[in-house]
């Protein structure tokens, strides 16, 4: 495998724009006798290539004779085209396959900002180049001793990998990126909390409607009992623990029945837009809706889908009933997208009908969340116990976790 070089992406200011006074710039607990922090940098750190950005008017003459760099030559950011110009430079340079230093010490203006937003840039699209120190001196906060203290910020850069992280899983279930930050904190002891995320990704991801009550409490009860531990010695996590808790709420609210949770959870899909999996989600709601009315305590897909294929599509006992409730046409329209989506097709060939989809399936959710809590469907539809008298489950729940944790 090959070493990355080391590159160092430093400042140089105009006259009058920063004091450029001998200090020791203290490194790692090193001092480091010179009058620009880049030398003291470049003595303590040796990169392999340095590059120096500053305007025309930057003090380039000040700059030792012997010193090795590339020039970088910037507009002055006085206004929204400059500073657009400073961010293409920036993203410009050559930095793949390296480990970067930046040193903002002697930016000025809005420049330090800029540097930030090239730094996220360089994250998110080179995933070669790493950040290994972004490093500021502090020149007007030096002792008596003419020591200027200098701060190393690449730890807050991972704030913005936080952030993302969370966001991938609070608003599409999508948590790998967020185990693998945990995963990788000091200390350790963490793992459970991120198994539990990897768990919660697998079962929204694949619908496991029936596994997710378990294991959000789980997930829950693995914050509650870090609570102290991440105060203490985790703010990157502490920062997002309100929103995992926020995302856990809403995917598992307190219900009396499945099928409110189930429904509940079709509207965090459609909220997010997951709407393939929204349609799946509104499509078992129905059928969980009936099997509770009824009282068939029903786990097995085979069953289910006997609900699906007789009593919802009005070919059993009761036929009328389903249609007086309303519910015949509500569950046609939704079988009929959901097919549609199962089989990789749209209902029509037009781009349009994309658009048009997503707007009938948010359509047939909010339809379904109306009938649903109207009292009158339920005691409409409560008419079918007569011909489905309440039956022993063939699995429970129970049986279904214990079958998945031995795939």
């Given at each position: ?38 030398l003291a ?45 400073i ?16 040193d903002?010490?002697?930016g000025?203006?809005s ?26 001196g ?7 001793q ?49 198994s ?32 102290d ?25 307190p219900?009396s ?33 009936i ?31 389903i ?6 046409h ?46 009158n ?29 031995t795939?």
């Open positions: 495998m090959t070493q990355q070089k080391k590159i160092l992406v430093a400042m140089i200011g105009a006259p009058g724009k920063g004091s450029y006074d001998s200090t020791h710039y203290m490194i790692e607990g090193h001092p480091i006798e010179t009058t620009f922090s880049f940098i470049t003595s303590h750190y040796k990169p392999d290539e340095i590059y120096l950005v500053g305007t025309k008017n930057s003090i380039w003459n000040k700059i030792p004779d012997d010193f090795t760099y590339t020039r970088v030559l910037i507009e002055n950011g006085i206004n929204e085209k400059e500073h657009w110009s961010f293409k430079v920036l993203t410009s340079l050559a930095l793949d396959n390296s480990q970067v230093i930046f903002l010490t002697h000025f203006r420049l330090p900002f800029i540097c930030l937003l090239s730094i996220i840039y360089y994250r998110a699209i080179h995933p070669t180049v790493v950040f290994k120190n972004i490093v500021y502090m020149h007007d906060a030096r002792n008596d003419n020591q200027t203290p200098t701060v190393d910020l690449v730890d807050f850069i991972k704030i913005i990998d936080w952030l993302y992280a969370a966001k991938l899983f609070t608003d599409f279930g999508l948590g790998s990126v967020l185990s693998r930050q945990i995963k990788s904190l000091d200390p350790k002891g963490l793992d459970n909390l991120a539990s995320i990897d768990r919660l990704t697998i079962m929204l991801q694949m619908i496991y409607l029936d596994l997710l009550p378990g294991e959000t409490k789980n997930f829950e009860k693995q914050l509650q009992k870090l609570t531990f991440i105060d203490d010695h985790i703010l990157p996590l502490k920062l997002i623990e309100s929103h995992l808790q926020k995302m856990l709420k809403t995917i598992n609210q219900c029945a499945d099928w409110e949770r189930q429904l509940s959870i079709a509207e965090w899909y459609y909220h997010n837009r997951q709407y393939a999996h929204t349609i799946i989600t509104l499509r078992e709601t129905i059928i969980t809706y099997d509770e009315i009824l009282h068939q305590r029903i786990a097995s897909y085979e069953d289910r889908d006997t609900i699906g294929k007789t009593i919802l599509k009005g070919k059993g006992p009761g036929k009328g009933i249609r007086q409730s309303g519910l015949l509500l569950w046609n329209e939704i079988v009929r997208i959901r097919n549609y989506v199962g089989h990789a097709q749209s209902t029509d060939e037009s781009m349009d009908a994309s658009v048009t989809d997503i707007q009938t399936i948010g359509d047939l959710l909010n339809r379904s969340k109306n009938l649903l809590n109207d009292k469907t339920r005691e409409t539809l409560a008419k079918l116990q007569k011909d489905f008298p309440p039956q022993p489950p063939k699995y429970t729940v129970d049986d279904l976790v214990k079958k998945h944790n795939r």
